[in-house]
């Protein structure tokens, strides 16, 4: 059926660094995506999204990058600090999906090195 | 402020006995959604509301049932508890006004079945 997948299960940062968080989602008529923010012990927190008529979305240190061709999503965090420790997914809403069905990813973890 | 909170946080019951988790919107949400999360399987849909008395079934709704009295409030029963059941339960709410929106989370239920 019908998915959101993540390429890496676990990424470990420098305190500092750039970290790059990757979604491939299996349906291409998908037009709103989602990246949430999961700390231990706590609700997944929404960060930023993105439609389907656009190629990039920019927040506070985060952007989403999507890319329609190759059914890609990424969510990049600059500057990356200990508090960007968590896990991260992505969700998609496919079409069809009444009332804001979401599709989740299984999560990245993002260990933040200091 | 406006916020979604579950109750109780942590919940251990036996086999068989009837668990009731409590989620209570103060958003005036239309849409209401329950999730278990379980390692390895990601966050997974059991039931969802759009509205006052409107129910429908997730992906995994087997031995859970919802109602929908009100706005505010999406109690999740499981009707005879099994170990199957021992998870992470969250609640989520998302305004209803049309596709495409991104859904809020409570800080979940942690439920061992015994």
């Known amino acids: 059926g019908e998915s959101v997948g993540l390429h890496l299960p676990t990424l470990s940062v420098q305190e500092g660094d750039n970290s790059i968080i990757n979604c491939a989602y299996s349906n291409s008529a998908s037009d709103y995506f989602i990246w949430y923010k999961q700390e231990s012990g706590k609700g997944p927190q929404f960060i930023i999204d993105i439609r389907s008529n656009m190629d990039k979305r920019q927040g506070q240190r985060v952007t989403v990058l999507l890319n329609k061709t190759v059914k890609h999503l990424s969510l990049q965090i600059a500057a990356t600090q200990p508090g960007d420790s968590a896990v991260y997914f992505c969700a998609e809403n496919p079409p069809g999906a009444a009332g804001n069905k979401l599709t989740f990813g299984g999560g990245t973890r993002v260990l933040v090195k200091p | 402020d406006a916020e979604i909170t579950q109750s109780p946080r942590h919940k251990i019951t036996e086999t068989g006995r009837q668990v009731t988790l409590a989620c209570h919107q103060t958003?005036?949400?239309?849409?209401m959604f329950w999730y278990r999360q379980d390692l390895g399987h990601g966050l997974r849909l059991i039931h969802y509301s759009y509205g006052v008395h409107d129910t429908n079934k997730g992906e995994v709704s087997d031995g859970y049932s919802v109602s929908r009295s009100n706005t505010e409030d999406l109690p999740l029963t499981l009707e005879s508890a099994a170990s199957s059941q021992t998870s992470v339960y969250f609640c989520?709410?998302?305004?209803?006004?049309?596709?495409?929106?991104?859904?809020?989370f409570g800080p979940g239920t942690r439920l061992l079945v015994l």
């Open positions: 958003w005036n949400h239309n849409n």
């Open positions: 989520a709410s998302s305004p209803g006004s049309g596709v495409g929106e991104t859904q809020y």
